[in-house]
């Protein structure tokens, strides 16, 4: 299990994969970092500090490069990964934290090649919103189980009060939003599958 830890500047191998996977995406497509800091909205300095390693990017900020490069948020932690065995053990499921909000992400089913669809699970600290202002990918087919705790998903202009044991389905097209507003953390599983 890859461990997480934001004391001082130790960075986690997951970080480390992050910045790599973003430095490979970005010299596939032969674009300079100016490129992509116009195409994301994410400073240049950001970026080169991501792709170092040097500097966890917080969710919004992975939001954005999901969309400059065209692929689901999924696909930045995934890393192409060949096959998978079919047991996944929790103990290999990797674990990334926004430095912002303290949302945890936990990649339970990660993106591996000859599967469309991908499972999260995540932690939203109570009184945290991560908000995205655009869907990485048009279509992204969307299936969230509250598991714990209250959520409430705005979906462009539809608001949607979760509790424990709903699930909202959804295509996103649009900007949305996560909050979680207490008195716990909202804990859900969201299945992703691509287009």
């Not at 990797?94 to 089913?109: K, L």
């Not at 189980?145 to 202009?157: H, K, Q, R, S």
């Not at 207490?182 to 287009?195: E, N, Q």
Request: charged fraction near 25%; include cysteine; proline fraction near 7%.
């Amino acid at each position: 299990m890859r461990i997480i830890s934001f004391v001082g500047i130790i960075m986690s191998d997951l970080e480390q994969d992050i910045g790599r996977r973003i430095a490979g995406l970005r010299r596939a497509r032969g674009w300079p970092l100016d490129l992509l800091a116009e195409k994301s909205g994410v400073s240049r300095a950001t970026l080169s500090r991501i792709e170092r390693g040097d500097t966890s990017p917080t969710a919004v900020v992975l939001g954005q490069l999901a969309r400059a490069f065209r692929i689901s948020m999924a696909d930045l932690f995934g890393f192409g990964s060949p096959a998978l065995d079919a047991r996944i053990a929790r103990g290999d499921q990797p674990v990334w934290q926004d430095p912002e909000t303290g949302f945890r992400r936990r990649s339970v089913s990660p993106v591996s090649n000859g599967f469309r669809g991908s499972v999260v699970e995540g932690e939203l600290p109570a009184g945290e919103i991560i908000s995205y202002s655009v869907p990485p990918l048009p279509d992204l087919e969307h299936h969230l189980v509250l598991l714990e705790g209250n959520l409430v998903m705005t979906i462009g202009d539809e608001r949607h009060e979760l509790s424990p044991g709903d699930c909202l389905r959804f295509r996103l097209n649009t900007a949305n939003a996560y909050h979680a507003p207490g008195p716990g953390s909202a804990r859900y599983l969201l299945t992703v599958i691509t287009p």
